[in-house]
Every structure is written in structure tokens, then in C-alpha cells.
T-cell receptor, first 115, second 113 residues
């Protein structure tokens, strides 16, 4: 497709449940980022992939968070044993290459609510 | 660690008035990007500034990058209701494969018709 696609758009999880969030970046985009955005806040960096390599996962808040991009295209962010503080919008962004002048293209996000 | 401060947090203007948001980094940036996020939407890339002292214009929007590459501003001339949203600056750390963005908290703009 023409843009970054994320699914599901909305997810309600019971506390303790595992969730998996999917991101389909723009075809050919090398760089892929996951961000977490709480209400009224700016996006907070979670992790970065260059192709299939996860080059930076310093933003993942705990070992309950895990991301992968096994074939260098689609990425999945998995959260195990969800907690209420995990409730946020999870944004995926991709860019053509590191240092691209075209910025990052964001998906519409997945709004996760943990009850 | 690197921080990016953005002011003001909120701005409420009458349609036709000008608007400016300022971004300041604690360290020198390799470049800075600006994004706009409409209520309920996702960030949309506006522009990237790379050179010291760079000024770029997009219609009524003027973007500046400071000489020291530590601060930046976005100025909107004669605001319109379509300008409503939150404007984020995001500074990029230095060269290398990891081009992580450090985001400001954003300036939320409200425009009265």
C-alpha cells in the first residue's frame, strides 16, 4: 500500500493478557521505528530496526516488550502480561533510509487499552 | 541524555493571527524535523532542517534552524482553522546507523474562527 499500515486500530486487553501489534511499513523502507504515545504527550521511542536488524531497543520499558522484523518488512510488537500502564497509542513509523530527507511516515497507530 | 524542550505547551489564537513555537535542545543536533498531529490523528512529517541557520518556507509556514543547531522555530502567518493541531519538533542524534528522534512535548494550537 501507499502508507504505513497498523493493525488492529484498537485493542482492549485484560490485565495479564498478551497482545501482538502489527506494522506493515511502506515497501522498500529500510528503517522502522516503534513509538509509544500517551495522551497529551509526544511520541516516546521504543525500538528501531534497519532491515531485519534491531539496532536499538533502549526504549522498551521492560522485558515484557518484544519486537521483531524477521524478514525486514512487517514488524510485530508484542507485549506480554499487559499492565494498565501499558495503555497508550503505539505508533509505527518507517523511512526510506537512515538520514532520509523525507522524514518518517507514521501509521495511524494501535490504541491499546488495558482493563 | 539529550533533551528537546518545546514552548509554549498551548497556544490559543484568533484566526488571522500569527503563531510561533520554539524548540530547544540541550545538545547540538544533526538535524531537526517538524511534524503536525491533528486531534485523533498521527504525526505527519512537515519538513527537515539540516544546515546551520537554515530557513525553509512552506506557504504560510516558516521553519528556522539556529546557527548553533540547538534550537529551531516554526512560525505560521495568518493562522487558519485548518492549522489546528499539535506541532512537534524532533531532533535527530548524530551520524550513524541509529537515527533515533528525540521528540519535544509539542505545542497544541487552537484557532478561533
Amino acid at each position: 500500500g501507499a502508507g504505513v499500515s497498523q493493525s488492529p486500530r484498537y485493542k482492549v486487553a485484560k490485565r495479564g493478557q498478551d497482545v501482538a501489534l502489527r506494522c506493515d511499513p511502506i515497501s522498500g523502507h529500510v528503517s522502522l521505528f516503534w513509538y509509544q504515545q500517551a495522551l497529551g504527550q509526544g511520541p516516546e521511542f521504543l525500538t528501531y530496526f534497519q532491515n531485519e536488524a534491531q539496532l536499538d531497543k533502549s526504549g522498551l520499558p521492560s522485558d515484557r516488550f518484544f519486537a521483531e522484523r524477521p524478514e525486514g518488512s512487517v514488524s510485530t510488537l508484542k507485549i506480554q502480561r499487559t499492565q494498565q500502564e501499558d495503555s497508550a497509542v503505539y505508533l509505527c513509523a518507517s523511512s526510506l533510509a537512515p538520514g532520509s530527507n523525507y522524514g518518517y511516515t507514521f501509521g495511524s497507530g494501535t490504541r491499546l487499552t488495558v482493563v | 541524555g539529550q533533551q528537546v524542550m518545546q514552548i509554549p505547551q498551548y497556544q490559543h489564537v484568533q484566526e488571522g493571527e500569527d503563531f510561533t513555537t520554539y524548540c530547544n535542545s540541550s545538545t547540538t543536533l544533526s538535524n531537526i524535523q517538524w511534524y503536525k498531529q491533528r486531534p485523533g490523528g498521527h504525526p505527519v512529517f512537515l519538513i527537515q532542517l539540516v544546515k546551520s541557520g537554515e530557513v525553509k518556507k512552506q506557504k504560510r509556514l516558516t521553519f528556522q534552524f539556529g546557527e548553533a543547531k540547538k534550537n529551531s522555530s516554526l512560525h505560521i502567518t495568518a493562522t487558519q482553522t485548518t492549522d489546528v493541531g499539535t506541532y512537534f519538533c524532533a531532533g535527530q542524534e548524530g551520524a550513524g546507523n541509529n537515527r533515533k528522534l528525540i521528540w519535544g512535548l509539542g505545542t497544541s494550537l487552537a484557532v478561533n474562527p
